[in-house]
């Protein structure tokens, strides 16, 4: 089945402590790409891969780090999680023939 | 960057009838795609259409797009309660979608 998939769904911290929340796709897709969501705000870019080796920041980059060493997976990674940072985050990826996007089911994370 | 506009940001209506949902961007675009959102879970890419083509149907979705308006709409037709959700358009200027901030659609029975 044609997924893209993230771990963990839900995770509760404390500010400073490192973090990673994983996202893989099974599609072979070139593009993919982290979203955060918050009320009143909408889906706001984080960062973005068009292939392996390839990132670049979106419209909300301050506090993350990403990485895409394979095509399949692109981490989202959170040096010194702030409670600015907890919101609801999406992965999602795409091929370039047709830029439909997939999305992951969200992970919600909380930040103490 | 905020680029599309959805409007109206809430509708409720019931079922059977249609609903209408409006986008508005700033750029020119290359597509704009439409999402569905249930409540809290992923988006779902419901419908694209190119910046070269005016309308385009899905099953009971209807998307039109005018370029030199900068706008698009996306109907719904015979709604039911199952298309309560949260609708998003997406502008693709090149190397990402941009998302409005969606309308809630809530169909009642």
């Known amino acids: 089945e044609a997924q893209v998939t993230q771990n963990p769904r839900y995770l509760i911290t404390v500010t400073g402590k490192k973090l990673t929340v994983t996202c893989s796709q099974n599609m072979n897709h070139e593009y993919m790409s982290w979203y955060r969501q918050d009320p009143g705000l909408g889906l706001r870019q984080i960062y973005y891969s068009m292939n392996v080796e390839v990132t670049d920041k979106g419209d909300v980059p301050e506090g993350y780090k990403v990485s895409r060493k394979e095509k399949r997976n692109f981490p989202l990674i959170l040096e010194s999680p702030s409670p600015n940072q907890t919101s609801l985050y999406f992965c999602a990826s795409s091929s370039w023939e047709n830029n439909e996007q997939f999305f992951g089911p969200g992970t919600r994370l909380t930040v103490l | 960057s905020q680029q599309g506009e959805e409007d109206p940001q809430a509708l409720s209506i019931q079922e059977g009838e249609n609903a209408t949902m409006n986008c508005s961007y700033k750029?020119?675009?290359?597509?704009l795609q439409w999402y569905r959102q249930n409540s809290g879970r992923g988006l779902v890419h419901l419908i694209l259409?190119?910046?070269?083509?005016r309308e385009k149907h899905s099953g009971r979705l209807r998307v039109t797009l005018d370029t030199s308006k900068k706008s698009s709409s996306l109907l719904i037709t015979a709604s039911r309660a199952a298309d309560t959700a949260s609708y998003f358009c997406?502008?693709?200027?090149?190397?990402?979608?941009?998302f409005g901030k969606g309308t809630t659609l809530s169909v009642s029975s």
């Open positions: 259409i190119r910046s070269n083509e």
């Open positions: 997406a502008t693709d200027a090149g190397t990402a979608l941009i």
């Open positions: 750029t020119s675009i290359n597509n």
